[in-house]
C-alpha cells in the first residue's frame, strides 16, 4: 500500500470536519452565484458543515428536522464566537426529533422558537432553510439530518442572490414573529427557548390539526365544528377560516393571535395579506396569491400565502406552446397533487418529453394509491434493460441504508425554446399538503449553467435507477442527446471538456457497508483511496445512524473511468484520520490485496454492492 498523503487541517476544530476535500466542494457556477451539493453523491454533510463554522455574525435556521449530532458542537463554537444563532423548528418535532436544537445549551446569543401551523390537515413548518450573515442562502430537500444529508437522494443549493436571501429572510422574521408570539400567549415562559409549558389544549391543536373539544365556547355556532374535525383554524393566508371564527373559542387568547398573525403575514412582495386577501378566478384561472412580477432570474414563493401550485403549474404549461422541442425532468418524492398531476398527463398527450422519479415507499404505500391514480396514465416502470419509454414515472428503488426509498428531492429542470431551461427547486412536495397547508418554499430560477448542474444529478439518477447503470443502454443515450442538444451545458458537465464551461467533473461510487467493529456511538469508519489514474489519496469519512440498521455510508469520488483501490478502517471516536492517517490497528482486514472498483466514464453516480466489514469478496 502506497503511503497515505495526510490532508491537513483547514481550520476547522471538529475532527469529522477537520478537512473536507476538494471532491466534496460541490458544484458551483462560474459566478459562484450559486452551488449545488447533492446527497449522496457530494456527502452534504461535509460542507454543510463548514457553512455553518465560517458564521461571522449571525445564523437563522428555519427547519422541519435537525438531528446530526455532530454539528452540535459546530454551532455551540459559533456561538461561543459571539455569532447570533436564531432556530426556528416545527413545533411537533421540536420536542422530540430535532436533537440539535434540543442538545444546544442556553446561551446568550441563542434562541430558539416552536412555530404551530393552525392550517389543519396535520400542516406542517417543512421549511429547510440556512442563512449565514445574510449573505449566503442554503436551500433544497434535505432535513439537517442524516438520511437527509447523507442517505437520501436529496439536494442543497448554497445562494448569494441578494434579492433571494432579502425574500428568504423577510420570511423567516414572519415565522420567528408568529412562533414568539404564540409561546407569549400560550406558554408565556422561557420563549427565547422555545417556551417550556404550554397550554394543553393549545398543544393538541398545534400538534394534530384538531381543536380539541374543551377550547369551543358553549355557545359556538355549529360550523365551529369544523375546527374540531381537522378543518383548521387559518386559511392559506394565515387568515381565520371563516368570519367569525375567533368566536369560536371559549378562550381570548386565539383571537389575540389570529389578530397579531393577520398583522404580520406577508404575500412575498410585501402586500399584506389581509389587505388583498387569497382568491382565485375560476373564469380568468388567475390567482391573486400568485406573484409573477419578480423580474430577477430567481422568484421565489413561500407556500401557502403565494401559491406555490399555481407557479409550478404555471412553469410546466409554457411547455405546451412548443411541445415538440420541450421538456420536463422531475424527481420528486411523490405527486398526489392532481391539478399538477393533470398538467403532466396533458403534457404528455401533447408530446412534451418527461422523465419522473417518485419514491418506492411512497408509491407502494395503501395510502397513496387513490391519490395516483391520474400518474397511472403517464405509465409507472422499475426500470431495467427493457424500459418502455412510454413509461414516463420510474419508481425509485433504492435500498442503500434502509427499506424505504428513498428520493426526497423536490426539484424539476424545465426547457422551453423561447425562455430556455430554468430550476424549480425548494421544499415543497408536489403534494395537496405543502401546496395548501404547509409552509413551505420554491424557487424558480432561470440560470442555465444551474440548469445543467441540475439536470446532470436527474440524467445521473436515470442512470442508476432507470437504465441498471448500463452506460450504453440506448434510451440513456437518447436522454442525454435531446437533452443536450437544447441545453448543451449538460455535455460539458457529463463529460471532461477543457475548452468549454465545466463544471466539477468525476464520476461517484456509493459505497454502503456493514458489520463494522464499532457503532456510531464508540466508534468511527473511514475509507483510504487511491486513485490510479491521477495517483492521489484520500481519506473519507462513512457515516452511520440508529436508523440505518448497522450500515456505514459514503462515497468515493475520482476521475472519470478511473481505477481505484480502497479500505476501510475504524477508530476511536476522537481519533482524526483527516490530521493523522489511517489507524493502523484497526485495517478490515490485512492478508487481503485492497478492493479494486472502476468508475464509469461519465459524470454519473454508481451504486456499489453492500460490502461487510473483513470480507474481500
Known amino acids: ?40 453523491t457530494d456527502m452534504p454533510i461535509l460542507s454543510f458543515a463548514q457553512y455553518l463554522q465560517n458564521a461571522k455574525r449571525s445564523i437563522k435556521i428555519a427547519i422541519y428536522n435537525m438531528g446530526v449530532k455532530e454539528l452540535i458542537p459546530v454551532i455551540q463554537d459559533r456561538l461561543n464566537n459571539g455569532v447570533k444563532v436564531e432556530i426556528v423548528t416545527d413545533f411537533k418535532l421540536s420536542f422530540s426529533s430535532n436533537k440539535v436544537s434540543n442538545a444546544l445549551q442556553s446561551h446568550p446569543n441563542l434562541t430558539k422558537y416552536r412555530i404551530p401551523v393552525l392550517r389543519g390537515g396535520n400542516p406542517q413548518m417543512h421549511n429547510k432553510i440556512l442563512i449565514i450573515d445574510d449573505e449566503t442562502l442554503l436551500i433544497g430537500s434535505a432535513n439537517f439530518t442524516y438520511f437527509g444529508l447523507l442517505a437520501n437522494f436529496e439536494n442543497v443549493m448554497a445562494i448569494k442572490n441578494k434579492y433571494a436571501i432579502e425574500k428568504f429572510s423577510a420570511e423567516f422574521n414572519e415565522l420567528r414573529q408568529i412562533a414568539y408570539e404564540s409561546c407569549r400567549l400560550f406558554s408565556g415562559s422561557n420563549c427565547k427557548n422555545g417556551g417550556d409549558y404550554w397550554d394543553r389544549d393549545f398543544s393538541q391543536f398545534a400538534t394534530s390539526g384538531k381543536v380539541p373539544t374543551s377550547a369551543i365556547a358553549s355557545d359556538a355556532p355549529s360550523k365551529c365544528s369544523n375546527l374540531v374535525n381537522g378543518k383548521g383554524f387559518l386559511n ?20 389575540q393571535l389570529a389578530d397579531f ?27 391573486y396569491r400568485y406573484h409573477p412580477e419578480q423580474n430577477g432570474k430567481m422568484k421565489v414563493f ?9 407557479a409550478i403549474v404555471n412553469e410546466l404549461e409554457k411547455t405546451l406552446e412548443n411541445p ?5 425532468y422531475i ?36 395510502n397513496f394509491s387513490s391519490s395516483i391514480s391520474t400518474l397511472n396514465e403517464l405509465g409507472f416502470t422499475w426500470g431495467g434493460d427493457n424500459v418502455s419509454d412510454n413509461d414516463q414515472i420510474t419508481i425509485f428503488n433504492n435500498t442503500l441504508t434502509s427499506g424505504y426509498g428513498c428520493n426526497h428531492n423536490k426539484m424539476s429542470v424545465v426547457y422551453t425554446p423561447r425562455e430556455g431551461a430554468r430550476l424549480l427547486n425548494g421544499s415543497a412536495n408536489w403534494s395537496v399538503g405543502a401546496m395548501n397547508r404547509n409552509d413551505e418554499n420554491l424557487t424558480i430560477t432561470y440560470d442555465e449553467e444551474l440548469a445543467a448542474i441540475y439536470m446532470k444529478e436527474i440524467i445521473s439518477e436515470l442512470f442508476i435507477y432507470r437504465y441498471g447503470q448500463n452506460i450504453n443502454h440506448q434510451g440513456f443515450r437518447e436522454d442525454i442527446n435531446f437533452v443536450y442538444r437544447r441545453l448543451p451545458q449538460l455535455a460539458n458537465a457529463l463529460w471532461d471538456k477543457k475548452d468549454e464551461w465545466n463544471p466539477r467533473n468525476q464520476a461517484t461510487a456509493i459505497i454502503s457497508m456493514e458489520k463494522a467493529p464499532v457503532n456510531e456511538t464508540n466508534g ?20 452511520s445512524d440508529d436508523n440505518f440498521a448497522g450500515k456505514w455510508l459514503a462515497t468515493i469520488p475520482a476521475s472519470l473511468g478511473a481505477n481505484i483501490r480502497f479500505k476501510f478502517f475504524a477508530s476511536p471516536i476522537h481519533y482524526d484520520a483527516f490530521r493523522y492517517g489511517p489507524y493502523n490497528s484497526g485495517w478490515e482486514y490485512s492478508s487481503h490485496n485492497d478492493r479494486t472498483l472502476t468508475l464509469p466514464k461519465a459524470s454519473v453516480a454508481l451504486i456499489e454492492k453492500n460490502y461487510e466489514w473483513g470480507n474481500p469478496f
Not at 387568515?239 to 387568547?253: H, M, N, T, V, W
Not at 487511491?530 to 489519496?537: C, G, I, L, N, S
Request: proline share 5%; charged share 25%.
Open 1 to 40: 500500500m502506497k503511503k497515505l498523503a495526510l490532508i491537513l487541517c483547514l481550520g476547522l476544530s471538529f475532527s469529522l470536519f477537520a478537512a473536507i476535500p476538494s471532491n466534496f466542494y460541490g458544484t458551483c457556477t462560474k459566478s459562484g452565484e450559486f452551488c449545488a451539493y447533492f446527497s449522496p
Open 331 to 366: 424527481s420528486t418524492n411523490f405527486i398526489t397533487n392532481r391539478t399538477i398531476a393533470n398538467t403532466l398527463v396533458k403534457m404528455q398527450k401533447a408530446g412534451v418529453r418527461m422523465r419522473i422519479f417518485f419514491d418506492r415507499g411512497r408509491y407502494e404505500d395503501p
Open 302 to 310: 413561500f407556500s401557502p400565502e403565494d401559491d406555490v401550485q399555481y
Open 261 to 287: 398573525i393577520k398583522k404580520t403575514e406577508r404575500y412575498v412582495d410585501g402586500t399584506l395579506v389581509a389587505d388583498k386577501p387569497p382568491y382565485y378566478d375560476y373564469k380568468t384561472k388567475t390567482s
Open 236 to 255: 392559506e393566508g394565515n387568515l381565520p377560516i371563516f368570519k367569525g371564527a375567533e368566536s369560536c373559542f371559549k378562550d381570548a387568547r386565539y383571537a
Open 524 to 543: 468511527k469508519v473511514w475509507i483510504w483511496v487511491y486513485d490510479e489514474q491521477t495517483k492521489k489519496q484520500v481519506v473519507i469519512p462513512m457515516f
Open 324 to 328: 415538440m422541442n420541450s421538456f420536463a
